[in-house]
């Protein structure tokens, strides 16, 4: 996720140039050498070890993590389509053809674990983490990927739906981070401070908003050029330049929120110093990331110096972030300090009470 957003704001950015073009690409090549790399890796652990697909979804926090699988997939998506769609019209249709396909994947995992989400917030509201955002990023990633895709589809008709498919999926899952967002407000006022473990996830709830607003700015334009030539809302005076107002305005205000949350989560980042470094330090990188995207989108949107220069800033701090994490990531990974499951860890502390429990029966029914 954070390879992938790093190498679409490279290619994105305002003021670029072809060096910049040049690493984004290679980064892009990075990306899906670890997708793979990762996907064929844990389809071996749980071909080889089956029983460990139970003690995934006994640990709630853990099963969250599966939401990063379509949405990592999602960031390869947009950069076929920024990347490599000049070179065919195969790459469209492969780029198209993988959007339906991770869309669905991310829709069912979207609803699995909002189901989780439920069931977390039935028993204990002070053990949420940001974690649980992870349960919409999928559905809002399909949305915004939604508008790069039908940018580039030759077929107008299939462009509208997957236009409409897009505003749909931000209805599904915008609205949804917003709770979310309220209840871990709710969290962090109410409740003990978070562990320094979970304080790396506070900038989680910014890549909703970021999401959110490049979509709506994505839908809006997409629709001025679509709605003509598909006769969509013909009966409606300007109904695509309605959509695109209102977009853009939504997608401000969304901005706006995300500035707070942003200062929000620095100051704890900031007041939990000392935190140790973990993979879980890669969640900075995605949200700040979609946050700039959103930046210099309304930057062109506007003409704005103010906004393209801030989304470039933003994009150096991914930089800066991504580069000093990717380290800290390969000394880890040298080590084996950095893999850890918190999964296997639940399930067998749950074990050893089911072995305990028996235990005290059998020395019971001897006595």
């Not at 890549?207 to 030539?229: D, H, Q, T, Y």
């Not at 704005?304 to 880890?332: D, E, M, N, Q």
Request: net charge positive; with cysteine; hydrophobic share 55%.
């Amino acid at each position: 996720m954070g390879t992938g957003i790093f190498s679409l704001l490279l290619h994105q950015l305002p003021y670029n140039g072809l060096w910049l073009q040049r690493i984004s690409e290679i980064l892009f090549a990075l990306n899906v050498v670890l997708f793979v790399a990762f996907t064929v890796m844990s389809g071996l652990r749980y071909a080889m070890y089956p029983e460990l697909w139970g003690a995934l979804f006994r640990d709630p926090s853990s099963t969250f993590f599966i939401g990063a699988i379509p949405t990592g997939l999602f960031t390869i998506i947009n950069l076929i389509v920024v990347i490599c769609t000049p070179w065919g019209k195969g790459m469209v249709t492969l780029a198209w053809t993988l959007w339906w396909i991770d869309t669905v994947f991310s829709i069912v995992i979207f609803f699995h674990l909002t189901f989780t989400v439920i069931n977390l917030a039935k028993q204990d509201l002070s053990s949420m983490t940001a974690l649980w955002l992870l349960s919409i990023v999928p559905a809002a990633i399909a949305s915004a990927s939604g508008g790069i895709v039908a940018e580039v589809l030759p077929n107008p008709q299939h462009q509208l739906w997957t236009l409409i498919i897009g505003y749909i999926l931000w209805g599904t899952s915008i609205p949804l981070a917003f709770v979310i967002i309220v209840l871990y407000f709710h969290r962090l006022t109410v409740h003990k401070m978070l562990s320094k473990e979970a304080v790396v996830t506070v900038f989680l709830p910014i890549a909703p908003l970021g999401l959110g607003g490049f979509a709506l700015m994505k839908f809006g334009s997409l629709a001025r050029e679509i709605f003509p030539k598909t006769g969509t809302l013909e009966q409606v005076p300007n109904a695509a330049g309605i959509l695109y107002v209102m977009g853009f305005i939504v997608a401000l205000m969304m901005w706006g929120f995300g500035i707070v949350w942003f200062f929000l989560a620095l100051a704890m980042v900031i007041q939990s110093r000392g935190f140790p470094f973990s993979m879980g330090w890669w969640s900075f990188t995605f949200p700040i990331g979609v946050f700039a995207l959103s930046t210099f989108t309304i930057g062109e949107e506007m003409n704005s110096r103010f906004f393209k220069v801030l989304g470039t800033v933003l994009t150096g701090v991914v930089a800066v972030l991504w580069v000093f994490i990717a380290i800290g990531t390969i000394k880890g990974s040298l080590t084996g300090k950095m893999f850890y499951a918190p999964c296997l860890e639940t399930d067998m502390k749950l074990k050893e009470r089911k072995l305990r429990k028996i235990a005290e029966r059998a020395a019971a029914k001897k006595v």
